[in-house]
T-cell receptor, first 115, second 110 residues
Framework: DTAVSQTPKYLVTQMGNDKSIKCEQNLGHDTMYWYKQDSKKFLKIMFSYNNKELIINETVPNRFSPKSPDKAHLNLHINSLELGDSAVYFC??????????????FGEGSRLTVL | QQPVQSPQAVILREGEDAVINCSSSKALYSVHWYRQKHGEAPVFLMILLKGGEQKGHEKISASFNEKKQQSSLYLTASQLSYSGTYFCGTEGPHGQNFVFGPGTRLSVLP
């Protein structure tokens, strides 16, 4: 049973399109995250939700909108895709906040390529 | 503020040892270490919560010097399976601002 699962694994799309990535965790964790990993491998936090409430919202264009229907799901919707959005997007979860003894469990990643 | 990692990359032969360093200009509450193999997700290795704490995971261990605001990851008698990018993650005094370092790419050759 996969602990943190993301779909789709691969996304290839044209500039200007809108796309969504879904994430689900079955670990019973109360905090979920979206991370972006660019071609240089930097892992940058984008959003964090704790019990369905947004707690971290880094400087991310407002074309990116997270939605958490319940604490086991955190989806990411991206409007008007740009070339610079090409990256691997990782969903993660933790019990409590990451860093505060909160080990992060990552999904397999969703590789987005914008043409 | 993002911690600094050194070296950026290291190449080893099987059986050799390596040290990866992680340092911050701000006071640290804890340091986490993760490994990411090529094409895979990062995987948690260990957390160090107290100053001076050392933890081990098979032949991989780490230390945390709170005064110097730094941590070191020690890989002993490296194996091919150790290849990957190692990330440290640090946080401030109240569990906030958890941020990953830029990563250290480790390649172990036969």
């Amino acid at each position: 049973d996969t602990a943190v699962s993301q779909t789709p694994k691969y996304l290839v799309t044209q500039m200007g399109n809108d796309k969504s990535i879904k994430c689900e965790q079955n670990l019973g964790h109360d905090t979920m995250y979206w991370y972006k990993q660019d071609s240089k491998k930097f892992l940058k936090i984008m959003f964090s939700y704790n019990n369905k409430e947004l707690i971290i919202n880094e400087t991310v264009p407002n074309r990116f909108s997270p939605k958490s229907p319940d604490k086991a799901h955190l989806n990411l919707h991206i409007n008007s895709l740009e070339l610079g959005d090409s990256a691997v997007y990782f969903c993660a979860s933790s019990q409590g906040l990451a860093g505060n003894t909160g080990e992060l469990f990552f999904g397999e990643g969703s590789r987005l390529t914008v043409l | 503020q993002q911690p600094v990692q050194s070296p950026q990359a290291v190449i080893l032969r099987e059986g050799e040892d390596a040290v990866i360093n992680c340092s911050s200009s701000k006071a640290l509450y804890s340091v986490h270490w993760y490994r990411q193999k090529h094409g895979e997700a990062p995987v948690f290795l260990m957390i160090l919560l107290k100053g001076g704490e050392q933890k081990g995971h098979e032949k991989i261990s780490a230390s945390f010097n709170e005064k110097k605001q730094q941590s070191s990851l020690y890989l002993t008698a490296s194996q091919l399976s150790y290849s990957g990018t190692y990330f440290c993650g640090t946080e401030g005094p109240h569990g906030q601002n958890f941020v990953f370092g830029p990563g250290t790419r480790l390649s172990v050759l036969p």
